[in-house]
């Protein structure tokens, strides 16, 4: 998607620490959705003080922001609002939940999970970020 080297670490970075936010969430409240939406602006915070991360904390900001305006945590979304970077992010989380088994469901086939992704771009997803991970599947890439 034309990011750079150093894009790409920034990237990295936040996609491992995406949640590091919840670490500040007592756990008798991360299931409360009035607390829960604070972890990435919480775990923004936490990176933008370590300058190696720092430039990882936008995407980790805006890693649950929707093009709908709906997300959270502070509801941006209109055009170029959310970073690139934050909108991979969202589309690659969504990929790797659905393609995971876990506690509590199975993995979905990879059909059915780009069906999802597709159903909610405009909404959720950003169009083109689903459509380079769409063509990365059907690739085999992925």
């Not at 936010?21 to 370590?50: C, E, N, T, W």
């Not at 969202?90 to 059909?111: E, G, K, L, N, Y």
């Amino acid at each position: 998607m034309g990011l750079y080297d150093g894009e790409l670490h920034d990237l990295h970075f936040a996609a491992l620490l995406r949640d590091v936010g919840m670490l500040k969430i007592p756990a008798a409240h991360q299931g409360d959705p009035k607390y829960f939406r604070k972890h990435p602006a919480v775990g923004s915070k936490m990176l933008s003080r370590i300058r190696l991360w720092e430039k990882a904390s936008p995407i980790v900001q805006g890693h649950h922001e929707r093009p709908d305006a709906t997300g959270y945590p502070s509801g941006v979304g209109r055009g170029d609002e959310i970073c690139l970077g934050a909108r991979m992010l969202a589309v690659c989380d969504a990929w790797d939940a659905m393609q995971t088994d876990d506690f509590h469901r199975s993995a979905i086939p990879v059909d059915e999970a780009l069906e999802e992704l597709a159903a909610h771009v405009g909404t959720q997803f950003d169009a083109n970020v689903v459509s380079t991970l769409t063509a990365l599947a059907q690739e085999g890439v992925l």
